[in-house]
């Protein structure tokens, strides 16, 4: 087996990589960062600087514990290097600061053998992926297929936002990687502040007649797809009751289960002045992580979700992610699997 193949949410997980929340920070308050995670703030009111040391403290000890979690189950971990985010990135037309690689799911995709680095929004990640460069030379020289989108220029205009609807212009392909679902030849794309329409029609473009990319557009423009539906297995898909409703679910998957998230739990662990500078909604708790398409690991703090996802027949693995709002990052954001045993299979006609 290769030792890059991944095609799903689901298939059993093999090998994977956990973020690195070292010498995080809050990202660097320029137009792209206003887009992508505070639309509705000046940049005057963007926090910045470095994540506090007690946050990255408690954020290792609880990746830790899930690292620990998964080896417990034969599951390969891999960790990013530590990367100087707070060196200054330049090009010709601006210059910023870095952000963090605690979510490998933001800026790498993996697509079967291959994997993809994505031209992402913010420009504080532009260069994200350098943390992840011996492992990419790694899987290359162990066989995998490893391409870079395009390089965005990331130039002020692609910001200009309508606020009703905020989502990159369309001058040039961008987007994270965690704007996609996989179910295996088919692609949910999710056209939202971190990825444009035309991020994937490049990629659908890219990947080929063998695959299928879907477009799910005006339902959820805060950023990522994992913490509005999440594909559990084949026929069950759970979404966020908040942002989706079964006249607004994709047709392809109009066929499946779905079950509604309740609502999140013990949202008043958190103080308003930290809630002030989160990147995350409450939301982010729903942003469980497959081990394979029975077993799950799930925000701790979130029992009826749990209670949920158990009469289902799944297995879950309640684990914490204290800062998981801080951060903007939940179990799915912070992994990339790299390897899960099975095929690459059609799901829908």
Same mark, same amino acid.
């Given at each position: 087996?290769?030792?890059? +193949? ?15 929340p070292?010498?995080?920070?809050f990202?660097?308050?320029d137009?792209?960062t ?12 963007i926090?910045q600087g470095?994540?506090?040391?007690q ?14 979690a ?6 390969t971990?891999?960790?990013p290097?530590? +990367? ?9 037309? +601006?210059?910023?600061?870095?952000y963090y690689?605690y ?7 993996? /697509?079967?053998?291959t ?5 992402n929004? /913010?420009?504080?990640?532009s ?7 011996r ?10 297929? +490893?391409?870079?989108?395009?390089k ?5 205009h ?32 999710l056209?939202?502040a ?5 991020g ?5 473009r ?7 990319v ?9 950023s ?6 999440v594909a559990?297995?084949p ?9 989706l409703?079964m006249?607004? /679910?994709p ?27 989160? /990147?995350?909604?409450e939301?982010i ?9 029975d077993t799950?690991?799930?925000?701790a ?10 009469s289902?027949?799944l ?10 709002r801080m951060?903007?990052g ?17 799901y829908?006609?």
């Open positions: 087996m290769p030792q890059v +193949w991944s095609c799903n949410e689901w298939d059993p997980l093999e090998e994977v990589i956990v973020g690195n070292f010498g995080a920070r990202p660097y308050a137009p792209s206003r887009l992508a995670e505070y639309p509705d703030r000046d940049l005057a009111d926090p470095p994540f506090p040391d946050i990255i403290k408690e954020t290792e000890e609880d990746l830790q514990s899930f690292v620990d998964l080896e417990a189950r034969g599951v971990v891999r960790r290097d530590t +990367w100087p985010h707070d060196q200054t990135i330049r090009t010709v037309h +601006w210059e910023t600061q870095g690689n979510c490998p799911r933001d800026v790498l995709l993996v /697509i079967g053998d994997i993809i680095e994505t031209p929004v /913010i420009r504080g990640r260069l994200e992926t350098g943390s992840y460069r492992l990419l030379m790694e899987y290359y020289d162990s066989g995998a297929k +490893w391409f870079s989108a395009p965005p220029l990331l130039e002020d692609l910001f200009e936002f309508d606020p009703a609807a905020p989502t990159p212009q369309n001058f040039e392909p961008a987007f994270d990687a965690a704007n996609i679902l996989r179910f295996g030849r088919d692609l949910l794309y056209v939202s971190t990825g444009n329409e035309l994937g029609h490049w990629l659908q890219m990947l080929g007649d063998e695959f299928r879907h477009f799910m557009k005006d339902v959820y423009f805060g990522h797809i994992d913490s509005t539906l559990l297995r026929g069950l898909v759970l979404a966020n009751p908040e942002r409703s006249a607004t /679910i047709d392809f998957l109009k066929d499946w289960e779905i079950i509604f998230s309740p609502p999140m739990e013990n949202q008043e662990r958190h103080s308003a002045q930290y809630l002030q500078q989160a /990147i995350g909604s939301w708790d729903m942003n469980l992580f497959s081990l394979g398409p799950v690991v799930v925000d703090y979130q029992s009826a979700l749990i209670a949920l996802l158990e289902k027949g297995e879950v693995i309640p684990l914490k992610l204290r800062h998981s951060m903007g939940g179990f799915h954001c912070v992994t990339l699997d790299t390897r899960r045993r099975g095929t690459m299979e059609s829908f006609s």
